[in-house]
Nanobody, 121 residues
Framework: QVQLVESGGGLVQAGGSLRLSCAAS????????MGWFRQAPGKERELVAA???????YYADSVKGRFTISRDNAKNTVYLQMNSLKPEDTAVYYC???????????????WGQGTQVTVSS
C-alpha cells in the first residue's frame, strides 16, 4: 500500500510557475514509477508526466519544454516543476504511483487526493 499526499497547487497568472510536490509513504519508493495526471472540468483525466525507477521520463506533448518531473528517493518525493503556465493548464493535478510503469488505467495506480492549479489569463 502506498499513500500519496500532494501539495503546491494554487492560483498563478499566465506565464508564471508553480512546483507541485507529492510525498509518498513506504520504504520502497525508489522501486515505483511515479506520475502526474490532471483533470479539468468536463474532461478526462490525462497523464501529464511520468518518471520511472531508473529516472526515465515521459511528457505529454502539451507540456513538453514547460514542465519537468523529478524525484528525490531520499525524501520519498516526486516533483512537477511547471513553467510558462497557460490558462489551459488549469486542472486538479493528481500524483500517481505504480510498481512497474505508470498506467493510464486509473485502477492500476495508487492515487493522491489531488491539488488544484488555476492559471488566470
Amino acid at each position: 500500500q502506498v499513500q500519496l499526499v500532494e501539495s503546491g497547487g494554487g492560483l498563478v497568472q499566465a506565464g508564471g510557475s508553480l512546483r507541485l510536490s507529492c510525498a509518498a509513504s513506504g520504504r520502497t519508493f525508489s522501486s515505483y514509477s511515479m506520475g502526474w495526471f490532471r483533470q479539468a472540468p468536463g474532461k478526462e483525466r490525462e497523464l501529464v508526466a511520468a518518471i520511472g525507477s531508473g529516472n526515465n521520463d515521459y511528457y505529454a506533448d502539451s507540456v513538453k519544454g514547460r514542465f519537468t518531473i523529478s524525484r528525490d528517493n531520499a525524501k520519498n518525493t516526486v516533483y512537477l516543476q511547471m513553467n510558462s503556465l497557460k490558462p489551459e493548464d488549469t486542472a486538479v493535478y493528481y500524483c500517481a504511483a505504480r510498481y512497474g510503469g505508470i498506467s493510464k488505467i486509473p485502477s492500476d495506480n495508487y492515487w493522491g487526493q489531488g491539488t488544484q492549479v488555476t492559471v488566470s489569463s
